[in-house]
């Protein structure tokens, strides 16, 4: 009887197992992360959040964007990477905090995204505003 059983349960997933896996290719993708394009920042700077901002570009943002922001990293040349230099007034002035926070949230180029696992909408707000506080002359 129990041969019959695992020999039945087998034989289901050998049938089964293709159906599911072709629904589950089927399914719909998941959609896309609303866009922030132009919007203001809905948050004002507090030490708290200004302080989680710099913990958490150190860690992502540094690297590459330098850590005075500058853009102008090794590893940035290495890979021919042109990164927008955050201490340029004139530069950050022209960016939408909606737009940044587009770009960070959901990568641009070489730029890998800042998954939602790693950082909330709030520490995204409240690094872009840990960035404008980079720019000289704004």
Known sequence: MLKQ???LSAASLFVFS??????????????AAASHAGAPNPL???????????GLYQIDCAMCHGD???GQTDLAKSMSLSIPDFTNGKVMSAKADGDLFDIIRNGKDKMPPEAAGRANDTTVWNLILYIRKMAVNQ
């Open 5 to 7: 059983f695992l020999l």
């Open 18 to 31: 293709p159906a599911l896996m072709h629904a589950s290719q089927d399914a719909a993708p998941a959609p």
């Open 68 to 70: 005075n922001g500058n």
């Open 44 to 54: 004002k700077a507090t030490a708290e959040g200004l302080a989680k901002a710099k």
